[in-house]
C-alpha cells in the first residue's frame, strides 16, 4: 500500500501530532507498506530528516505569532505534486487544519481516498487563546472532516464531540504506547535524590506548557508538605509558571530514554489540560507504573480507571488536584496498587497493535472505494 501522511507536525517537533505520525510511518514500512510524509519545515530549513523512517516532504512554513514553537505551512504544490509522484492509494491526514485541508483538497481532485485523524481539540484552543470562536472552530473541523472517507477519533470522548457536530463516518482509533521504553524499572534512584534530596514525594507533569494546559493548576499542589514538583516540557508559559510554582524543579524538553527515567522516577503523575483528544503523556506514566491524577474531561476519560489507576477531578479544579494529591501521598501503598494496575492495563495498547488496526481501516476504506462488479 502507498500512502502519504500529511502532517500539520512532525519531528524534530515534539507533540502529540508529531508522534503519532512518526510512529504511523514507522509502522507502515515495518509492516512492508510504503509511506512518504508531507509535513511543514522546520525552523532550520528543509535539510534531511535523519531518523525518519521513510522519505520526507518539506512545505515552507512560518511560526505561529506568540508561539514559535509551532510552524504553519504556507500555500504550496508539493503537497499536491507529492501526493502524485508517490501514486498514492490513500492519503492519511494527522490533524488537519492547513496542510491537511490541501491535502484533502488534491487528494478529492485526484480521486484518492483520504482517512483523517482527529487528533487536536480546536474548538477548546479557540476558547482559551480567543475567548471565543468555538462554533468557528467546529464549522471549519466538520468541512473538512466531512471531505474524509473516514474519521478516526482517538477517545470515545472526542468521539461524541465529533458525532455531536455532524462529522459523518467516524470510528475510534486510540493511540499506542512504547511500553519497551516506559516501563517501572526505569526507575532511578540518583535522579530521584537530585531532583527531590530531602526525599520529598516527586510529583510531576509533562507537556507543553502553554494556556491550554493550565499547569498553574499545580500551585496547591506544590505547597503541599513533603511535595517537590517536577515540570517536565516547554513553551509560551514557562516564565509564568516559573514565577507562579516558586520551588518547582524545570527541566525543559525531555526525550526518548531520558524522559523515560523521568516518568518512572516520579511517585505521582498529574495532568491539567481540560482540551486532550487523547493524551499521551497518561499513557506513558501509566506504561511506566506511576498513578495518575488528570481530569475527568476528553481523552483521560478512556485512559484513567478512576480508584484502579489513579483519580479522575473535575477540569480546572486546583483544589481538587491538590486533594487528589495529597491523598495519594498519604498511602504509599495505594500509589504502588494504581501504578502496577496502570502498567497492566497498557501492556496491550502497543503502537503495533494500534498500527494494525489503522492498516484495518484503510484496507475497510479501500474496500469501499471500490466498484462493484456485478455478479
Not at 515552507?60 to 498514492?88: D, M, T
Request: net charge positive; charged share 20%.
Amino acid at each position: 500500500m502507498r500512502v502519504v501522511i500529511v502532517t500539520e507536525s512532525f519531528p524534530p517537533d515534539v507533540n502529540g501530532v508529531a508522534h503519532c505520525a512518526f510512529q504511523t510511518a514507522r509502522h507502515l514500512v515495518e509492516r512492508g507498506h510504503t509511506p512518504v510524509v508531507v509535513a511543514p519545515a522546520t525552523a532550520a530549513g528543509t535539510g534531511p530528516d535523519a531518523g525518519a523512517p521513510c522519505p520526507v516532504v518539506r512545505v515552507p512554513s512560518l511560526p505561529l505569532p506568540g508561539y514559535p514553537q509551532v510552524r504553519v505551512a504556507l500555500p504550496s504544490r508539493r503537497v499536491a505534486a507529492a501526493i502524485a509522484e508517490h501514486r498514492a492509494d490513500l492519503v492519511h491526514l494527522a490533524s488537519p487544519f492547513v496542510l491537511g485541508v490541501r491535502g484533502m483538497t488534491a487528494a478529492a481532485r485526484l480521486g484518492i481516498p483520504a482517512v483523517a485523524v482527529y487528533q487536536t481539540d480546536l474548538a477548546g484552543y479557540a476558547r482559551t487563546y480567543m475567548g471565543a470562536g468555538e462554533a468557528a472552530a467546529w464549522r471549519r473541523i466538520r468541512s473538512v472532516h466531512a471531505a474524509a472517507d473516514l474519521t478516526l477519533a482517538p477517545s470515545s470522548a472526542a468521539r461524541r464531540d465529533l458525532d455531536t457536530h455532524g462529522v459523518p463516518r467516524v470510528k475510534l482509533w486510540p493511540r499506542g504506547v512504547d511500553t519497551t521504553r516506559f516501563r517501572p524499572d526505569r526507575r532511578d534512584e540518583t535522579l530521584r535524590r537530585a531532583l527531590a534530596p530531602d526525599g520529598e514525594l516527586i510529583v510531576g507533569y509533562v507537556g507543553r506548557l502553554a494556556p491550554e494546559k493550565q499547569v498553574e493548576l499545580l500551585a496547591g499542589a506544590r505547597a503541599l508538605p513533603g511535595v517537590r514538583l517536577v515540570v517536565v516540557g516547554d513553551g509560551p508559559s514557562r516564565p509564568g509558571l516559573e514565577e507562579s510554582l516558586p520551588g518547582a524543579v524545570f527541566l525543559g524538553r525531555r526525550t526518548g530514554d531520558q524522559l523515560a527515567r523521568i516518568f518512572a522516577s516520579l511517585d505521582v503523575f498529574v495532568h491539567t489540560g481540560p482540551f486532550e483528544t487523547f493524551c499521551q503523556t497518561v499513557q506513558e506514566a501509566m506504561a511506566s507504573g506511576v498513578p495518575v491524577v488528570a481530569p475527568a474531561a476528553g481523552g483521560p476519560l478512556d485512559l484513567v480507571a478512576h480508584g484502579r489507576t489513579g483519580l479522575l477531578v473535575p477540569p480546572r479544579d486546583a483544589d481538587a488536584v491538590r486533594d487528589a494529591v495529597a491523598a495519594l501521598a498519604a498511602d504509599p501503598a495505594l500509589r504502588d496498587a494504581y501504578g502496577a494496575a496502570g502498567r497492566v492495563t497498557v501492556e496491550g495498547r502497543t503502537w503495533d497493535t494500534v498500527g494494525d488496526r489503522l492498516i484495518g481501516h484503510y484496507e475497510d476504506v479501500l474496500a469501499a472505494r471500490r466498484p462493484v462488479v456485478a455478479a
